[in-house]
């Protein structure tokens, strides 16, 4: 990881779904702050997440990977392969993310073994991983009602670097819409609570949007790390900005001709 990586800012993130190597590597040199691949929900697997760590460039924002389970055996792998950090599912309680960290550090402070891939680049070798990191290296994910219950307790665990909450899952465990859960802003809602135990704790707050405008609320609401939308959908955001410049670019043209060409593209 180098410091050009930490110039991105880190609310813009991307949650890639598709496990195409070549797509999220253009992702990571866009000016996005973070990229999240995920191995859980998306198409990630073993080799896809392999080869599109390795193709990384040396300016390349951050990689984090969403393991399918709290496994150290997963973790391993993928730290091993070169992504900068985990992102851990289901973390429930105090001893789920002392499982996470022990998975995600070599020792003294966790258990991971020593073993990078060959071709790979990875982010941390052993003694540098024994604190907290400006790139989340160990993030748990907080998205039921234990977790929830159990939100300060996890964010005091040593060697956790982020609590990333999943907002659809939590808001289903929860009995709320989605909405619901992002538009609740008081002392005793979910998402404050959860950053204000990021902040006691003096780790990152990340949570997943999918979209702008929920990525603004939950910037708002102080979260630092925000899956603002997912690569899948940048394709459809990208056609709609293109189509509005192609208008623009009609509306300016003295021609009829032009003007016509721009109406086409309506």
């Given amino acids: 990881m180098t410091d050009q990586a930490l110039l991105h800012d880190p609310l813009l993130g991307a949650w ?12 990571t040199t ?8 995920d191995a859980q929900h998306g198409h990630f697997d073993d080799r896809s997440l392999r080869d599109t760590l390795c193709r990384r460039s040396i300016d390349a924002a951050p990689m984090l990977v969403r393991v399918a389970i709290n496994d150290a055996a997963l973790i391993g792998r993928a730290l091993d392969a070169g992504a900068d ?11 789920d993310a002392a499982a996470a960290v022990t998975a995600s550090h070599y020792p003294p402070l966790g258990g991971r073994s020593w073993g990078p891939l060959h071709g790979s680049r990875p982010a941390y070798a052993p003694g540098a991983d024994a604190g907290n990191h400006a790139v989340p290296l160990c993030a748990v994910m907080i ?23 999943g907002p659809f899952d939590l808001s289903l465990a929860l009995g709320l819409q989605v909405d619901g859960l992002l538009a609740s802003t008081g002392d005793d ?26 990525a603004a ?8 790390w925000i899956a603002s939308t997912t690569d899948a959908a940048l394709l ?20 009829q001709d032009a003007r016509n060409a721009g109406k086409a593209f309506s």
């Fill in 143 to 165: 998205e039921t009602a234990a977790g929830l219950d159990a939100v300060e307790a996890i964010t005091a665990v040593p060697g956790v670097d982020m609590v990333f909450v």
């Fill in 85 to 95: 950090g985990v992102i851990v599912p289901l973390v429930d309680s105090e001893d």
């Fill in 236 to 255: 459809s955001l990208g056609v709609g900005a293109l189509r509005q410049r192609l208008r623009q670019a009609g509306s300016d043209q003295p021609t």
């Fill in 189 to 214: 809602a979910p998402l404050p609570r959860i950053v204000r135990a990021c902040r006691a704790a003096g780790i990152v707050a990340g949570a997943y949007a999918g979209t702008p405008e929920r």
């Fill in 217 to 224: 609320l939950l910037a708002a609401a102080g979260f630092d």
């Fill in 30 to 37: 866009s000016g996005l702050g973070w990229v999240g691949l």
């Fill in 16 to 27: 890639a779904t598709l496990g195409e190597p070549r797509l999220t590597n253009e992702l």
